[in-house]
């Protein structure tokens, strides 16, 4: 099925470049994140969302309140439930984000080389002379000089929606500035973020704490976004925090990158963080634009060599309002899913845009034709060496799963978990092939009562590249035994088939454990 890939670095016929590509099952192997808001909130939208591609639900605590996402989540419940598409839920923290406050809603006109004051005092109407701000403390933390932008929701990069200023004096708790460029500013609120100037907020609100402790216990959220995550220190909170509120303790925690403390500490977050998020539109801001490749590229490479989900934010920022991307952001898509990147991030395109469904199609499209020419066999190599010898028990059982499908041209690779650890392994070797992850259910206590956990672990897969979960039916013994897997291969080999992953005379790698031995075979269908 995946014997058709090309290299970049083959000659390509250029008249197949038009040739129509093939449908299949599953649109791409890279995942997308949605962020579901006003425009993408009733069953009917999310049900299409989830059917063009969408994997996890991205729920972003920056506006809007618990009740407004609660209402959006029953609805992606039912939409799951109708379109019978598994879907992730994702808690997005607002952190020490400032904000421009426009109670008014009423758009604000700023004018290129005029003046305008940021104040703390949160009672008065903004204006275009003069703007309230959440926090009281930026008249310490800037000087004359420093560049202050302010956008909507997220940055566009766009001049008509967003404002550069230059910090012009600084009076008592007021910041005047002088505006660089003519702009409207519309809605209720816009981010103010100051270029590489720390922040002396905590990381983790009182807010977020709250929001976590009741709608995140409430829902039992899969993913936490960490927002502006800075030092190590903010994932180990974090994660304190979690382990007291029952289930959450399963959350993983992906550390949002969105400045230059966190660039400067990326090593030591990668550590300790369950996956990274990397905010390209703030840091489109505290890093010279000539420079944000680079830190994308040395970032992504970084995350792929720990066996980490990667994930890329602002790609398609056009279609919030248009139909299509710009030839630049398509060509921006393909090169992060070259790069190695896990998941594709959408924001204000699906949280406001005018079209979420087609930008996550488009996307989609975009993944699936940039997968067909990654170089895999070149990637393959640099983890294998980068790993280095003598390799960890579990790291030689997924290499070697991977290696063996790709040299019979596997169709698919099976593998067994309960904890998830093993299909992510064998998913960071970047096989070609789709790997459906059969998550096998554990009994637990609490001493009051008796539960199956697996659901977290299934869902917590739809974020890495080439993981498709099932949950195998609890009924099945615990223990791996030979006949348990082989009714549980069975189940699994039904549903490649009834999707149309497998068929006759595929071969299939199945990757398993039979009593202490882990086992990698090969198995040949027949009719």
């Not at 470049?17 to 949605?34: C, D």
């Not at 003046?115 to 949160?122: G, H, R």
């Not at 010279?288 to 970032?299: G, S």
């Not at 206590?445 to 979960?469: C, K, M, Y």
């Amino acid at each position: 099925m995946h014997s058709h890939h090309l290299l970049l670095e083959e000659p390509i016929r250029m008249a197949s470049i038009l040739e129509p590509s093939k449908p299949s099952f599953f649109p791409a192997m890279t995942k997308i994140v949605g962020t579901l808001g006003p425009k993408s909130r009733s069953v009917e939208i999310i049900s299409s969302c989830l059917n063009a591609g969408m994997s996890v639900a991205r729920f972003d605590f920056s506006w809007g309140d618990a009740a407004f996402h609660q209402e959006t989540l029953e609805n992606l419940k039912v939409a799951i439930k109708r379109t019978k598409k598994l879907c992730a839920v994702m808690l997005d923290t607002i952190g020490p984000e400032l904000q421009v406050l426009n109670k008014t809603e009423r758009p604000i006109s700023l004018d290129a080389e005029t003046l305008v004051t940021l104040t703390p005092n949160q009672e008065i109407e903004a204006t275009s002379n003069l703007l309230p701000i959440n926090f009281s403390g930026l008249s310490k933390a800037v000087k004359t000089g420093d560049t202050i932008f302010i956008g909507q929701y997220l940055f566009t990069g766009s001049e008509t929606t967003s404002v550069w200023l230059e910090v012009n004096e600084v009076k008592g708790e007021d910041v005047v500035c002088l505006v660089k460029n003519s702009a409207t500013l519309s809605g209720s609120l816009f981010t103010l973020h100051i270029s590489q100037i720390r922040i002396e907020l905590p990381t983790l609100t009182d807010k977020d704490k709250e929001v976590i402790s009741t709608w995140g216990v409430h829902n039992s959220i899969d993913f936490l976004s960490l927002s502006y995550t800075r030092h190590a220190e903010d994932i180990r909170h974090a994660r304190e925090h979690l382990s007291k509120l029952g289930d959450l303790n399963q959350t993983r925690i992906f550390a949002k990158i969105d400045n230059f403390e966190g660039l400067t500490h990326f090593d030591e977050i990668l550590q300790e963080a369950d996956g990274i998020i990397l905010s390209r539109g703030n840091l489109g801001i505290d890093l010279p634009p000539e420079k944000v490749f680079l830190f994308q590229k040395a970032a992504v490479y970084k995350c792929n060599m720990a066996g980490k989900p990667v994930v890329i934010t602002r790609v398609v920022d056009s279609m919030t309002d248009n139909l299509r991307p710009t030839r630049a952001e398509a060509t921006d898509v393909a090169n992060a899913v070259l790069d190695g990147c896990d998941a594709i991030l959408l924001g204000a395109e699906t949280l406001r845009g005018l079209y979420p469904v087609e930008t996550i199609s488009i996307v989609g499209r975009i993944c699936a034709e940039s997968e067909k020419v990654f170089n895999q066999d070149s990637f393959f190599k640099n983890t294998v060496k980068y790993v280095g010898e003598p390799m960890s028990h579990m790291e030689s059982i997924a290499s070697s799963a991977v290696r063996a499908a790709i040299k019979v041209k596997a169709s698919v690779i099976i593998c067994f978990t309960t904890s998830g650890r093993a299909a992510r392994l064998i998913a960071k070797y970047r096989p070609t092939m789709p790997v459906i992850s059969v998550v096998i259910p554990r009994l637990k206590t609490n001493q009051l009562r008796w539960t199956f956990t697996g659901a977290f672990e299934a869902r917590q897969s739809l974020i890495v590249r080439s993981l498709f979960p099932m949950l195998a039916d609890p009924r099945h013994p615990s223990e791996s035994t030979s006949a348990t897997n082989d009714s549980i291969l069975k189940i699994a080999l039904d549903h490649g088939k009834a999707s149309g992953i497998v068929k006759s005379h595929d071969r299939v790698v199945v990757c398993q454990k039979v009593g202490d031995d882990s086992v990698v075979k090969i198995i040949e269908l027949e009719d």
